[in-house]
């Protein structure tokens, strides 16, 4: 009788024990998933329209600033990044970055060297973004663009 009592009662407490473990994953998974799968979330490329492609004089480089939001885990911001629209007399079309590839300062076009130039170390650069003069080790990066409807998009 002690015998049957004994297993009906660990059989009990197993039960007892898988409901509780039970609840517990059903509660506790979700929640820990909610609060840790965001710090692994990148924001993925975007695609922002900068403007009409016609409003964008030929040879001369147009600064456009761009405002859109990255996430970065749990943190989003607010990112500004300045590009360069050249459109050359034959239609073709370059997005260059303002970064110089030296140091990472913000570099201008500059109208009458007809060059980007970086003020922090002397970096010149041509209409289309390889280096002049200076220290940059490489050409100024460009951003892949696209044209749809005589528009320009962009992705950052
Ligand atoms: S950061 Fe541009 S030349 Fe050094």
């Not at 990044?81 to 997005?95: A, E, L």
């Not at 002397?122 to 044209?147: M, T």
């Amino acid at each position: 009788m002690a015998t049957t009592e004994w297993t009906r009662r660990r059989w009990l407490d197993w039960v007892v024990k898988a409901a509780a473990f039970l609840v517990t994953a059903l509660i506790g998974l979700p929640t820990m998933a909610f609060v840790v799968l965001p710090a692994f979330r990148r924001s993925r490329p975007q695609w922002l329209k900068v403007g009409r492609l016609d409003e964008f004089r030929p040879n001369e480089p147009t600064a456009i600033t761009l405002t859109f939001q990255r996430r970065d885990g749990w943190v989003i911001r607010t990112v500004r990044r300045t590009v360069y629209v050249v459109v050359k007399p034959d239609g073709s079309v370059k997005v260059l970055s303002n970064i110089c590839t030296h140091a990472n300062c913000a570099v201008r076009w500059e109208h009458q060297k007809r060059a980007f130039f970086c003020p922090c170390h002397d970096g010149y650069f041509d209409l289309n973004g390889k280096v002049i003069s200076g220290p940059p080790p490489r050409p100024l990066d460009e951003l892949p663009h696209r044209l749809q409807g005589g528009f320009l998009f962009v992705r950052v």
